[in-house]
């Protein structure tokens, strides 16, 4: 019987994901955890993708929450931040 390993890139994918977001940097975070979500998935049957899915879906949730605050306070008409994608949408 083989004893399946943690899938490293996978997690170390998700931790950047999760601090690019908590450095407030939504779409690239984003984009990241996409990606990162993608990998654990296809490694699935061959090692072990709990630790780095938890973070990636922690990351992924943070990164929709912070997005859609901003775009919110930027659709009322509030400065709230200066992302390049709210400048884009509503400047």
Not at 9 to 15: A, H, N
Not at 40 to 46: I, P
Not at 58 to 80: C, H, K, R
């Amino acid at each position: 019987m083989t004893e399946k390993k943690f899938f490293l890139p996978g997690i170390i994918l998700g931790v950047a994901a999760w601090l690019i977001g908590f450095f407030c940097f939504p779409v690239e975070s984003l984009a990241v955890a996409i990606v990162s979500l993608v990998l654990n998935l296809r490694k699935k049957s061959t090692h072990r993708i709990k630790i780095g899915m938890i973070l990636t879906i922690l990351a992924i949730v943070e990164s929709i929450a912070f997005l859609a605050f901003t775009l919110y306070l930027d659709a009322q008409g509030f400065v709230s931040t200066d992302y390049w994608l709210n400048q884009l949408l509503f400047r």
